[in-house]
């Protein structure tokens, strides 16, 4: 009995000194290496809900010239769209980090945006880019999943949620985050005139946001999901929060030919109407196309700075095949040579791959979905073989794709 009671063993797990690699005697115990690498995780965990890990008192913004700057070397073009946003963030830092004198009584109110642009023109890339170099929490919800309180889907409130799950649950620091509402447009009333029946997609969930952009104090379920009166709730102040929201607007450019049509009395108006560029009706867009859609006006009037994304033309779409970081001829070649296979394409096949694109209308996801296409087969044969080297030429490109639906192409 005695013999038993001097075995070493873990003070907390009670494992022998014969069952762990490592056993660190204390004063009065033990703990094994196990024990150890447990509660450092522990540790962490804890130190990251109480904001140990996210000092917002430091943070430091990069000025807008040098956040557009960076948004350069993965989207291509888009200047304007690229300038609110920069603009818009570095603001939003300087709200967080600036100390509000006692003799000062102006207080800086946040400028959250709207982004309109046609599919695949890169709203959300532009979302996705600029989160990599933020140190405030950020996060991406998609709107077509919202539905008005007591509807089947999510509430409004479930965007919050996805703020607080990235922000590890520090209240503090997701009160200051920024948040991308994608899909805006699908929340469009049905028609200009209020709906007469309940709109629990649209109109409804409009009304919803409108205190989450303003900022009022929210109550969130932690977990997400349909609150109930025994849920614990998360109060969360979106005073600090900025929105930025995004949409494609589809058949918002008759909206905007409507408005500048009627503009067209006498001779000097009829001028200046001859300027308009037909093919780009989009960068006429005004604040009274969006009520025309179906956006509330109250909820236009909390989305202060609008912009809008240029459709991608032929020079666009071939520079994004090959220019950015992350372009899509870089991903696949870098897939070829972890099998060490190296990967060419004729010059050719990428105007190839642009032309149908263009044809397909389907901007600049349409590329992925005709290269996906081409290189199929070649993805599929390839790493069994003892090829070294691969280069895809038009002809094959063209064998490739004529063997596919091309409706179920356009219908993507």
Request: glycine fraction near 6%.
């Amino acid at each position: 009995m005695n013999a038993r009671n001097n075995i070493e063993r873990c003070s907390f797990c009670g494992r022998e000194k014969r069952d762990v690699q490592l056993l660190i005697a204390g004063i009065s115990g033990h703990i094994c290496d196990a024990c150890v690498e447990q509660a450092t995780q522990i540790a962490e965990e804890e130190l990251r809900k109480k904001g140990k890990r996210l000092n917002l008192d430091n943070i430091k913004a990069l000025p807008p010239v040098e956040l557009k700057r960076f948004l350069d070397e993965y989207v291509i073009g888009q200047d304007e769209a690229k300038k609110c946003i920069a603009v818009a963030v570095y603001n939003h830092y300087k709200r967080l980090t600036v100390k509000k004198r006692q003799d000062d009584d102006v207080e800086i109110e946040k400028s959250n945006i709207i982004l309109v642009g046609e599919t695949g023109t890169g709203k959300t890339l532009l979302a996705r880019t600029i989160a990599r170099l933020l140190h405030v929490p950020f996060t991406i919800v998609d709107a077509t999943v919202l539905t008005e309180a007591g509807y089947v889907g999510e509430d409004v409130e479930s965007i919050l949620t996805r703020l607080l799950q990235s922000a590890d649950y520090n209240v503090d620091a997701a009160e200051k985050g920024i948040v991308f509402i994608d899909e805006l447009d699908k929340i469009a009333r049905k028609s200009d005139n209020p709906s007469i029946t309940r709109d629990v997609s649209g109109e409804g969930v409009q009304q919803g946001l409108l205190k989450l952009l303003e900022g009022s104090v929210v109550n969130v379920p932690p977990q997400g999901g349909r609150k109930h009166p025994e849920q614990k709730m998360i109060a969360i102040d979106t005073k600090n929060i900025l929105f930025i929201c995004g949409g494609a607007f589809d058949g918002i450019e008759r909206k905007i030919g409507q408005r500048l049509n009627t503009r067209v009395i006498g001779y000097n108006n009829a001028k200046d109407t001859a300027q308009i560029d037909r093919n780009n009706l989009l960068q006429y867009i005004a604040p009274q196309d969006l009520k025309s859609f179906g956006l509330i006006p109250e909820i236009i009037g909390r989305l202060p700075v609008l912009t809008y994304l240029h459709p991608l033309d032929r020079d666009a779409l071939r520079n994004i095949l090959t220019e950015p970081k992350n372009a899509l001829i870089k991903q696949y070649k870098k897939l070829f040579r972890i099998d060490g296979v190296e990967l060419n394409f004729d010059a050719d096949v990428l105007d190839f791959i642009v032309d149908k694109a263009i044809e397909f209308k389907l901007g600049a996801r349409g590329l992925r979905a005709i290269c996906e296409a081409i290189m199929m087969d070649v993805m599929f044969e390839i790493p069994s073989t003892e090829e070294k080297g691969v280069t895809i030429t038009l002809e094959f490109a063209k064998e490739k794709l004529e063997r596919i639906n091309a409706n179920k192409l356009k219908a993507a």
